[in-house]
């Protein structure tokens, strides 16, 4: 969905500082603010340096009394690959800031990273989501994706970095 205030671009170094408030913001509505150690020169260096490990799609709106358009969303994904089907997208991050949410606009960002994804050859695209977070999951619901705990009793596992080093140096 796309109408000429809202428009839809790959991220720039520049909207770092704007992403880092976003991301911020997400922390805070899921309730993990504490756990967040990133900062806004990680981001950059993560998503832009020739080495990058994720890409990054940001939504924006230009108000018809301003000129400029701010951003007011990203979708953060990276490429990875699955035995059974091959290369596939995941998507690490979804988030539309509140006064614009319920416009379509989440569904489009998200769109949008399939279809680059499907011009890439991917064969899936993957994410999670907290099982509280009901809009999330009727967005998620309406594009008839499949919640893999319930029909597979899938769970996702993490090291967090002092369980990490300690099963490295082990
Ligand atoms: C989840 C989020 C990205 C959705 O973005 P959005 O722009 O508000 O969603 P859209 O307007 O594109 O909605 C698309 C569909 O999602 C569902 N949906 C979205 N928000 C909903 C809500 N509050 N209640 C019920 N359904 C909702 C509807 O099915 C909707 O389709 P419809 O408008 O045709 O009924 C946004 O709410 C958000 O940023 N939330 C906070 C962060 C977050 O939860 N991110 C996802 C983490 S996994």
């Known amino acids: 969905m796309e109408n000429v205030c809202f428009s839809i671009r790959d991220a720039k170094p520049d909207d770092c500082p704007i992403l880092m408030k976003m991301i911020t913001e997400l922390t805070v509505f899921e309730g993990t603010e504490k756990e967040l150690e990133n900062t806004t020169e990680r981001l950059q260096k993560d998503i832009f340096e020739p080495e990058k490990m994720a890409s990054c799609l940001v939504a924006t709106y230009k108000r018809p009394e301003n000129d400029k358009s701010e951003v007011i969303g990203y979708c953060l994904f990276y490429y990875g690959y699955s035995i059974m089907k091959g290369k596939l997208v995941?998507?690490?991050?979804?988030?539309?800031?509140?006064?614009?949410?319920g416009r379509g606009y989440g569904r489009s960002l998200m769109k949008k990273v399939a279809q680059d994804a499907v011009g890439k050859g991917c064969q899936r695209m993957q994410w999670t989501v907290l099982g509280?977070?009901?809009?999330a999951i009727k967005l998620y619901q309406s594009i008839n994706s499949i919640d893999l705990t319930a029909t597979r009793n899938c769970?996702?596992?993490?090291?967090?970095?002092?369980?990490?080093?300690?099963?490295?140096n082990s």
């Open 155 to 168: 769970h996702v596992h993490t090291l967090y970095k002092e369980q990490l080093v300690q099963f490295a």
């Open 132 to 135: 509280w977070n009901q809009p």
């Open 90 to 101: 995941y998507m690490v991050n979804l988030y539309i800031t509140e006064e614009f949410r």
